[in-house]
Nanobody, 114 residues
């Protein structure tokens, strides 16, 4: 499984960004896809995830502001991020789990600053 993340950038507080993660390769039977983030000096944390059954979960810090979704036809998962805050600044990583193996995409930088 190969994961290609895109969509990061610089945005002002209160702004929005949409991250995309395109999966390729052996994508059948992917059980879970998610977005993690890692800020400087902090551990990587799960931001949002979506299962093959379309169940979603979110970190408490992003509930109501971020939405994870997917387009099966495009093998792509999205993270819509609204009402961004400076504390959302981090490198965001796409993640997939298939048959208990974990795959990571390259990170994409999100910076929220005025």
């Amino acid at each position: 499984v190969q994961l290609q993340a895109s969509g990061g950038g610089l945005v002002q507080p209160g702004g929005s960004l949409r991250l995309s993660c395109a999966a390729s390769g052996s994508i059948f039977s992917i059980n879970f896809m998610g977005w993690y983030r890692q800020a400087p000096g902090k551990q990587r944390e799960l931001v949002a995830g979506i299962t093959s059954g379309d169940s979603t979960n979110y970190a408490d810090s992003v509930k109501g502001r971020f939405t994870i979704s997917r387009d099966n036809a495009k093998n792509t998962v999205y993270l819509q991020m609204n009402s961004l805050k400076p504390e959302d600044t981090a490198v965001y990583y796409c993640n997939a789990v298939r048959f208990l193996l974990t795959y990571w995409g390259q990170g994409t930088q999100v910076t929220v600053s005025s």
